[in-house]
């Protein structure tokens, strides 16, 4: 998943209709003096990040003057909030809020669901779900047939339900059904406005927005302009960037890595981690540090992936500096054709264990063609001068021995290592 900053999901708003508050994206103070002196008005200045809970964090400010706001935003840009460098700000028109709403749609993954869902609340700026569990009257929700086209009137009806006003039924039922539009054009799995403001002057605008898109989606709408389509809670790093580049245009299959830590030291009992079979990896990932290794990356290639996608997440992982070994955790009988790993395995080991004397690595992979597999494994990894162990089906259900295993490789590994140092 992927979630879009502020300005980008307003954007999106604006393309169906909804009102925003007049404003644009400053990259330095200067330009968000700039844009304050052309809105005339106080102005709210916002970091755009992706994280949520800007305005505690520092993340959201406001200025009465041109001069208050290039201060403001000489002090923001370049800061951290949320983990987050502060790259870009959100320069708008500060509104006069008369009252507060919320509405948003969200895909309910609920086995009883598994629908996207309207929700609608006359309270505003709050989490919702803390809304719906203390104010359950103020909250409307419809579950939306993707096959049916959801109808404004159907959404009036709603907003009436809750007692809002007949002159503000219709402001509001236009920018919820708006929202609903958002959601579906641009394949969301969440599309929140909160809040939407009625301001002193009449109109109704969305204040702040969240939206996330699906990542499988993302090809389909380059206008968005997202160079990494998933949702880690913070900047990817440069191998991540790397790594979704094998994603971007080949969904054969699954190429996933994402880094656990980018600063591993030297005595650091850290290894590459490299997974297969989505909850399996996660039980093998699980042994290995319950048996005190650190994983440095997370990665699994499911679903069939070529040998060149796999080739390429071995060669990132191994990118990594100062790891202690790399384990093959695939405590799975996968059904896709091993022997792809297998190829792409032997190709990358033999170019990155030729310099590596004694460094550790355990395979464990088993499903379909798993004796050839094994064949091509054992045959063409024999004669380096790494320590190489390769496990089978036999022991599938028996990970806690592979991560002790690959706990014995790194000691020994790690004990070498010192000895030629001194």
């Not at 003057?65 to 951290?80: I, R």
């Not at 991540?240 to 580049?245: G, L, P, R, T």
């Not at 080739?311 to 091993?338: C, H």
Request: glycine fraction near 8%.
């Amino acid at each position: 998943m992927v979630r879009l900053v502020e300005h980008q999901g307003k954007s999106l708003l604006k393309s169906v209709g909804i009102l925003v508050p007049e404003g644009e994206v400053a990259f330095t103070s200067e330009q968000a003096k700039d844009i304050a002196a052309k809105i005339k008005k106080p102005v709210a200045i916002k970091a755009q990040i992706t994280a949520t809970g800007r305005f505690k964090a520092g993340g959201i400010a406001f200025a009465n003057s041109p001069e208050e706001t290039e201060k403001v935003a000489s002090k923001m840009l370049g800061s951290m909030v949320k983990g987050f460098v502060v790259e870009k700000l959100l320069v708008e028109k500060r509104l006069n809020v008369e009252k507060e709403f919320y509405a948003g749609v969200i895909v309910n993954d609920s086995y009883k669901v598994k629908a996207p869902v309207l929700m609608f609340s006359t309270r505003g700026g709050a989490d919702i779900e803390r809304i719906a569990l203390e104010h359950p009257a103020e909250v409307g929700t419809i579950t939306v047939d993707v096959l049916v086209e959801l109808g404004i009137d159907e959404i009036e009806k709603m907003i009436r339900g809750l007692g809002v006003q007949p002159d503000l039924t219709k402001q509001l039922g236009e920018v919820v059904f708006g929202v609903c539009e958002v959601f579906k054009k641009y394949d969301a799995r969440s599309v929140e406005v909160n809040p939407i403001v009625l301001a002193s002057d009449g109109a109704v605008y969305a204040a702040d927005c969240h939206i996330v898109v699906d990542e499988a989606s993302v090809s389909k709408h380059p206008e968005l302009g997202i160079d990494f389509p998933r949702e880690i809670g913070r900047p990817p790093t440069e191998l991540e960037k790397i790594a979704w580049q094998i994603e971007a245009n080949d969904y054969r299959g699954i190429a996933y890595f994402i880094q656990m830590t980018t600063e591993i030291k030297q005595e650091d009992n850290c290894v590459g981690f490299h997974g297969i079979g989505g909850g399996g990896a996660m039980i093998g990932a699980d042994a290995l540090m319950r048996h005190g290794l650190k994983i440095a990356n997370y990665a699994d290639t499911s679903g069939n992936p070529t040998a060149s996608k796999v080739y390429r997440i071995v060669k990132i992982i191994f990118s990594q500096s100062n790891i202690a070994g790399y384990v093959l955790m695939g405590p799975v009988i996968a059904n896709q054709e091993q022997w792809h790993h297998a190829h792409a395995i032997v190709r990358a080991l033999r170019e990155e264990l030729k310099n590596r004397p004694n460094f550790p690595v355990i395979l464990l992979i088993a499903g379909n063609k798993e004796e050839e597999t094994l064949e091509i494994l054992k045959q063409n990894l024999s004669d380096l001068p790494a320590q190489v162990e390769i496990y089978g089906r036999e022991y599938v259900y028996n990970v806690d021995y592979v991560a002790q295993r690959m706990k014995d490789l790194v000691d020994e590994y790690k004990a070498s290592e010192l000895k030629m140092r001194r």
